[in-house]
Nanobody, 124 residues
Framework: QVQLVESGGGLVQPGDSLRLSCVGSGITSDLSTIAWFRQVPGKEREGVAAIIRGDGSTTVANSVADRFFISRNTAKNTVYLNMNNLKPEDTAVYYC?????????????????WGQGTQVTVSS
């Protein structure tokens, strides 16, 4: 059974950096993809970044590509979302998700496994 647990959210000021962590368990193949999404109330879930667990290939949404990057530590079964120069519009609940198969989709409907989310609030 796949389980994903996010952590690292919190309240930060504009311009700060934050690193979110997603610890996965029960994942049985390196040919799998872990992605980060975010959602604010009343809006659709937005894909932020994705990484292939095995070879580390990544993709990042154009809207945050100059500030966010995704990385992994396979020994710790952890995927990170590194966020720099945070802005108030980055405020959202951030989720990690997983699917089997090495495709760097940023569409939430492609991912059957989800964590519970972690709140990120950017405010002065």
């Amino acid at each position: 059974q796949v389980q994903l647990v996010e952590s690292g959210g919190g309240l930060v000021q504009p311009g700060d950096s934050l690193r979110l962590s997603c610890v996965g368990s029960g994942i049985t193949s390196d040919l799998s993809t872990i992605a980060w999404f975010r959602q604010v109330p009343g809006k659709e879930r937005e894909g932020v970044a994705a990484i292939i667990r095995g070879d580390g290939s990544t993709t990042v949404a154009n809207s945050v590509a100059d500030r966010f990057f995704i990385s992994r530590n396979t020994a710790k079964n952890t995927v990170y979302l590194n966020m720099n120069n945070l802005k108030p519009e980055d405020t959202a609940v951030y989720y990690c998700a997983m699917k089997y198969g090495p495709q760097l989709y940023l569409m939430p409907e492609k991912y059957p496994h989800w964590g519970q989310g972690t709140q990120v609030t950017v405010s002065s």
